[in-house]
Nanobody, 123 residues
């Protein structure tokens, strides 16, 4: 069973940057699409973007467009989420998830999930 662990969450000031890392237990990362989601208090889980098996990226959230970027390292079996120009409304728990087939904005299409990492942006 594939395991994913997110790390890098922290408290940061508005305008700051953070890099989250999704570490996977898989040896062949190119077999999976890896998506990033977040869930803010009192809100539904939101799809942000996804790293395709090819390494291309699909964006699902307009607020993070041009601020967030994702990259994968097959040798390390990790997928990183670089977040820039952070705002208080980016405060949430951030999750990575793996899909066997393709990227999707729908969380039910992801089979494996990490436990999440907290990102808090202070104003």
């Amino acid at each position: 069973q594939l395991q994913l662990v997110e790390s890098g969450g922290d408290l940061v000031q508005t305008g700051g940057s953070l890099k989250l890392t999704c570490t996977t237990s898989v040896t062949s990362l190119d077999r999976y699409a890896i998506g990033w989601f977040r869930q803010a208090p009192g809100k539904e889980r939101e799809a942000l973007l996804c790293s395709m098996k090819s390494g291309d990226v699909a964006y699902y959230s307009e607020p993070v467009l041009n601020r967030f970027a994702v990259s994968r390292d097959g040798a390390k079996s990790t997928v990183e989420l670089q977040m820039n120009t952070l705002r208080p409304d980016d405060t949430a728990i951030y999750f990575c998830a793996a899909a066997r087939d393709r990227c999707s904005a729908y969380d039910y299409q992801y089979v494996y999930w990490g436990q999440g990492t907290q990102v808090t942006v202070s104003s």
